[in-house]
């Protein structure tokens, strides 16, 4: 009886321990959606100069961004923990260094293009921006 007593607090820790992760892939799938027009046109981005990618929970929300041309992306670390902002593509000219809770990093895309990056120190952060 102990046996199945254990067993069953181990299964309810680990599900318990899962939730964040399954409520952050269904964030993902709605920040993702983008409205298309009624004729099926892509959709016209509004005119920005700012957008911001948070991140928390060992995540960049969102993951993916679209902004036009000449906006400026702010990252701002909400974990208690360093993170970084690297391009995949080093000659993209974009890395920053956030060393803890507030810190923020900021960057201007002036090409239009797809820039993929990650956490330095935690590999499993990715994003993209598509820039237009």
């Known amino acids: 009886m102990k046996r199945n007593w254990k ?3 181990t299964v309810a820790a680990i599900l ?5 992760v399954w409520a952050h ?4 799938e ?5 409205a298309g027009s009624a004729n099926d046109e892509s959709p016209r981005l ?10 928390k ?8 961004l679209q902004v036009n041309a000449g906006t400026t992306v702010t990252w ?3 974990d208690e923990i360093f993170h970084t902002v690297t391009a995949e593509k080093p000659e993209s000219g974009f890395n920053g260094s956030l060393d803890g809770k507030g810190r923020s990093f900021s ?18 952060m990715r994003g993209e921006i598509e820039v237009r």
């Open 25 to 28: 892939d269904e964030c993902d």
């Open 7 to 9: 067993r069953s607090v």
């Open 76 to 78: 701002l670390n909400e």
């Open 107 to 124: 960057f201007t895309f002036s090409q239009s293009g797809i820039y993929a990056y990650y956490c330095d120190r935690h590999e499993h």
């Open 30 to 34: 709605e920040e993702n959606k983008v």
């Open 57 to 64: 929970l060992f995540q960049y929300q969102p993951g993916r």
């Open 46 to 55: 509004p005119t920005q100069s700012a957008a911001k990618v948070t991140i």
């Open 16 to 20: 318990i321990g899962s939730a964040p």
